[in-house]
């Protein structure tokens, strides 16, 4: 399906639904990193080239999520020079307190438990061909980054954002911009936990294959059972089975 992305890359750029559904996903890929700090303040992006083969786009699909990233103030350009990440201190319209402590990651999964297996329920009742499309090529990516034995937390985050908007319930996506960089601590150790010889990527990818078929097939019980299983997988191989007191 990624080659699929590249080789009908004019035939997206011919089609505005299309090409405004792929720009959005790499617009959230960006944005994750900026949130996250991958892109610091006055970091210079990769070039439109660099990023278009990077996510397996056209430039056009490229130079329109960075249009939005730019019309939101996230970055700005250098005549000659390229787009920069623009310091922002503006804050949150819904924020949650930092990660601070392990406790706090453990509170997040707690959190998320709460929220996602529903957004999954909900994306499978109320998915489109738009939606389905937009999570697949996330899959697509996740499969790439496996395949280089890397673990990517802004797609992995862009994933779980996928559902969340599938379950055409802004609530849902709110709560999930608002956590990004809280997810992002913990998707960091993960990643970290899955490097090895026991083959702890491939799993993950299974997990979120088998998420991203049961929303497009419609298996709404399904769906929020292998969301709610994965979830729970993440935070006990994080945690390595062993679980705070967090009633201490």
């Known amino acids: 399906m990624m080659s699929d992305v590249k080789q009908a890359g ?6 505005p639904r299309h090409r405004t559904l792929f720009a959005d996903r790499v ?3 960006l944005l994750t990193r900026i949130s996250n700090g991958e892109y610091a303040p006055d970091h210079k992006l990769p070039s439109e080239k660099e990023l278009s083969d990077q996510f397996d ?18 970055i700005y350009s250098r005549q000659g020079a390229g787009s920069f990440v623009r310091l922002r201190s503006e804050p949150r319209s819904l924020g949650f307190p930092p990660v601070e402590t392990i406790a706090d990651i453990q509170r997040c999964y707690e959190f998320r438990l709460t929220i996602e297996p529903e957004a999954a329920y909900f994306a499978a009742q109320r998915r489109n061909e738009a939606a389905v499309n937009s999570i697949g090529r996330v899959v697509d990516l996740l499969s790439n980054a496996t395949d280089q034995q890397r673990h990517r937390e802004d797609t992995d985050f862009a994933f779980h954002l996928a559902i969340a908007d599938a379950s055409n319930n802004h609530y849902y996506s709110s709560a999930m911009q608002a956590l990004r960089t809280h997810i992002a601590v913990g998707m960091k150790l993960h990643g970290l936990a899955l490097m090895g010889p026991g083959r702890g990527l ?5 997990e979120h294959r088998v998420i991203f078929e049961a929303i497009r097939d419609g298996e709404a019980e399904t769906a929020r059972t292998l969301m709610r299983q994965h979830l729970e997988g993440s935070r006990d191989r994080l945690f390595e089975g062993r679980m705070l007191d967090l009633s201490l």
């Open 57 to 74: 786009v056209s430039r056009p699909i490229v130079r329109e999520a960075l249009e939005k990233l730019r019309n939101e103030g996230l």
């Open 10 to 15: 004019a035939g997206f750029d011919d089609e």
């Open 202 to 206: 491939e799993k993950v990818l299974g």
């Open 27 to 29: 617009y959230q890929l």
